[in-house]
């Protein structure tokens, strides 16, 4: 049995996303710097320094049969959901679905289909 890694509020139900088909799962934290950021003539850096460590989740899911690619862009397209990931312990922060690279990797019959989904989880 699997850990769920990733999970998101659906029409108010908890829903695992690609659940035993995450093949890549990579982290990143992310600075937001305001206008005042920039380099000077002679060199200097300066940074206006917004918010710290905002999250951005790389995952690739491999693998999904056609509905459960159906099920997790269903999940996922909306302008903006509840997100647990996992970094050592369980989070719970408020995301969008950025990039979304779909692929085809079997095609037989819809039934089955398998797909392969990269998709950017980034924090509000």
């Known amino acids: 049995m699997s850990m769920v890694l990733l999970s998101v509020m659906s029409n108010g139900k908890k829903v695992a996303l690609g659940d035993n088909h995450i093949t890549s799962y990579k982290g990143q934290l ?3 710097d305001g206008d005042g ?24 899911f491999d693998g999904l049969t056609q509905k459960e690619y159906t099920d997790l862009m269903a999940a996922i397209n909306q302008p903006e959901f509840q997100l647990t ?4 312990t369980f989070k719970t ?4 679905a950025g990039d979304r690279n779909f692929e085809l990797i079997k095609a037989s019959s819809e039934k089955d289909n398998r797909w392969r989904l990269d998709v950017n989880f980034i924090e509000y």
């Open 93 to 96: 922060i408020t995301v969008y």
């Open 30 to 32: 992310i600075d937001v």
């Open 85 to 88: 990931y996992f970094e050592g």
């Open 37 to 60: 950021t920039g380099t000077t003539e002679d060199g200097y850096t300066a940074r206006d320094i917004r918010r710290r460590n905002k999250v951005k989740l790389m995952v690739k």
